[in-house]
């Protein structure tokens, strides 16, 4: 939970992200479970010994997944971070982690607010 100045909670879709270094701090356990309520369909998997956020989008076809893949992608062009993608008929999987330090950072998690801000306003459209 990140407070500003005058004590107000700042959510992760109003966070950016910050340059991380290699040796930057991992999310810790349980700044992850306080994070991740934030976070309705995300979770946490380990690949390759690395930890990730993971969601599944649903979509009704091959060219809505496609759009919002691509919103995905000028995101993470946007904030110099990128995540792993899957492409399918009707499903986007998007898994979030920071190659720098082989698992989570606080970026992760605010990318993976700012990327069910787009899947809203996408089936808002
Ligand atoms: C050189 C470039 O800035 C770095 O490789 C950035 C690019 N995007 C990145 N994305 C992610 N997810 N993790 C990184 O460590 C990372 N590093």
Same mark, same amino acid.
């Given at each position: 939970?990140?407070?500003?100045?005058?004590?107000?909670? &700042?959510?992760?879709?109003?966070?950016?992200? !910050?340059?991380?270094?290699?040796?930057?701090?991992? &999310? *810790?356990? %349980? +700044?992850?479970?306080?994070?991740?309520?934030?976070?309705?369909?995300?979770? @946490?998997?380990?690949?390759?010994?690395?930890?990730?956020?993971? $969601? !599944?989008?649903?979509?009704?076809?091959?060219?809505?997944?496609? &759009?919002?893949?691509?919103? @995905?992608? %000028?995101?993470?062009? *946007?904030?110099?971070?990128?995540? =792993?993608?899957?492409?399918?008929?009707?499903?986007?999987?998007? $898994?979030?982690?920071?190659?720098?330090?082989?698992?989570?950072? $606080?970026?992760?998690?605010?990318? =993976?607010? $700012?990327?069910? *801000?787009?899947? +809203? *306003?996408?089936? =808002?459209?």
């Amino acid at each position: 939970m990140k407070v500003n100045g005058r004590g107000k909670v &700042v959510k992760l879709t109003e966070q950016s992200c !910050e340059a991380c270094q290699a040796g930057a701090p991992k &999310v *810790s356990a %349980d +700044e992850q479970q306080a994070l991740l309520p934030e976070l309705p369909g995300w979770e @946490v998997i380990e690949l390759g010994g690395e930890q990730q956020l993971q $969601r !599944e989008y649903r979509f009704r076809n091959f060219a809505e997944a496609q &759009v919002f893949t691509n919103q @995905v992608a %000028d995101l993470a062009e *946007s904030e110099n971070h990128h995540p =792993a993608i899957l492409l399918e008929w009707g499903r986007v999987t998007v $898994r979030w982690w920071t190659h720098k330090i082989g698992g989570l950072h $606080r970026n992760d998690f605010i990318m =993976a607010a $700012r990327t069910d *801000s787009l899947f +809203e *306003s996408c089936q =808002a459209d």
